[in-house]
């Protein structure tokens, strides 16, 4: 237990920021599950961390009710998003939430309530691994029980060819709306557990950068995949401590490896495990 604790002290930072960046990947995996390239996922995690912050900074609420108001409130800003966007795809998708995101830095870096370009500090410590780690497992359960129901083959349906998923009935703008703005949801889950687990906030802690990191999670994970998403979070954030001598050249490495995976294993880390157990002979 000694060891254990050590270990723990040493790298506890780590191992809750690998539970939020899992959130985060997850967030986005919820979109691409439906065929939307939404990269808006910094962005809502970035509004989510300054109104629970705020809420706890400025009027002291309770932990609970500032994360559930600023869940809430991503939920609220990916539906009013999902709204315009609904009848565009693709590139045109991506380009367009990518502005929503670069606007969301460019306000907050310029509210005084935000604290501005300095950030906001002094944020209450109040979240640690076992919530971190707690509100994954939870995530995990609502995902799972979602993939269980019609929701989830409307998803698939509307990912995989738009036009047949309204031949069989499925309404596909509603089935996007709702999947950005389960997105949104999670989201600003992580992103107001990242304000209260790291108590300092700044603009660019949620800008282009973080949407493309998270995006890179997804690949080398799987797109469709939300366990390959968490695998791809948790690999790519374990990496920079395992190169760390390599110093400079760690954004080569991982560039190298996103590299690798699109080229030798398109489906990212998820479809070489559905191979090894499609490979696995089962009993008669």
């Not at 985060?24 to 691409?32: E, N, R």
């Not at 590139?91 to 907050?108: K, Q």
Request: charged fraction near 10%; proline fraction near 4%.
């Amino acid at each position: 237990m000694t060891a254990l604790a050590a270990f723990y002290a040493q790298h506890s930072r780590l191992i809750d920021q690998i539970g939020i960046n899992a959130l985060l990947a997850l967030s986005l995996s919820v979109s691409l599950q439906a065929g939307q390239l939404a990269l808006c996922q910094a962005g809502l995690a970035g509004i989510a961390a300054y109104t629970s912050a705020i809420a706890s900074m400025q009027y002291h609420w309770p932990l609970p009710a500032g994360i559930l108001l600023a869940v809430l409130f991503a939920t609220v800003v990916a539906g009013l998003l999902a709204y315009p966007v609904r009848k565009i795809r693709g590139i045109f998708l991506a380009i367009a939430t990518i502005g929503f995101g670069e606007i969301v830095r460019v306000i907050v870096n310029n509210l005084d309530i935000t604290g501005g370009a300095e950030g906001l500090s002094g944020i209450p410590n109040d979240v640690n691994t076992s919530i971190i780690y707690g509100c994954l497992a939870f995530v995990a359960v609502i995902l799972y029980a979602l993939s269980r129901t019609k929701f989830a083959l409307a998803v698939a349906l509307t990912r995989e060819d738009d036009a047949a998923a309204r031949g069989v009935g499925v309404d596909v703008g509603m089935t996007r709306f709702l999947s950005l703005a389960l997105g949104g949801a999670i989201a600003g889950l992580a992103g107001a557990l990242y304000a209260h687990a790291f108590y300092f906030l700044a603009p660019g802690d949620f800008g282009f950068p973080r949407m493309e990191q998270i995006l890179v999670w997804c690949v080398i994970g799987g797109v469709t995949s939300p366990l390959g998403a968490v695998a791809g979070a948790a690999f790519l954030s374990i990496l920079p401590e395992i190169i760390r001598g390599l110093a400079d050249f760690r954004e080569v490495t991982n560039g190298l490896i996103l590299l690798v995976v699109i080229l030798f294993a398109p489906g990212g880390l998820a479809a070489l495990w559905r191979t090894r157990r499609a490979m696995v002979p089962r009993d008669a």
